[in-house]
């Protein structure tokens, strides 16, 4: 059975910190990158992070480049996302996704097992 869990939204306040994890069994996480996305009401789901197997590369989208970071630890099969100075906008249901391509890329189509999501909000 493939799982990908993702736990640790919630809600919090603007210029607070939330740490999203993601445990994924072993046999679909060994030597793949993995991805978060997010959702809010009414949008598409967009590209928030990605990092390599080995951890050594990872990529951000732009809205939230310094304010989160991605990491996982191999030897747990997790992925990690540390969001800090939330902001109101960045309210979504966000989901981790295990790469399928070997060039990095933002595009949900290229991502081929999804978590089932957690949500977090951020009040202003």
């Known amino acids: 059975q493939v799982q990908l869990v993702e736990s640790g939204g919630g809600l919090v306040q603007a210029g607070g910190s939330l740490r999203l994890s993601c445990a994924v069994s072993?046999?679909?996480?060994?030597?793949?990158?993995m991805g978060w996305f997010r959702q809010a009401p009414g949008k598409e789901r967009e590209f928030v992070a990605d990092i390599s197997w080995s951890g050594g590369s990872t990529y951000y989208a732009d809205s939230v480049k310094v304010r989160f970071t991605i990491s996982r630890d191999n030897a747990k099969n997790t992925v990690y996302l540390q969001m800090n100075s939330l902001k109101p906008e960045d309210t979504a249901v966000y989901y981790c996704?295990?790469?399928?391509?070997?060039?990095?890329?933002?595009?949900?189509?290229?991502?081929?097992?999804w978590g089932q999501g957690t949500q977090a909000t951020v009040s202003s």
């Open positions: 996704a295990r790469r399928r391509t070997i060039v990095p890329s933002t595009s949900p189509d290229d991502y081929d097992y």
């Open positions: 072993g046999r679909i996480f060994s030597g793949y990158a």
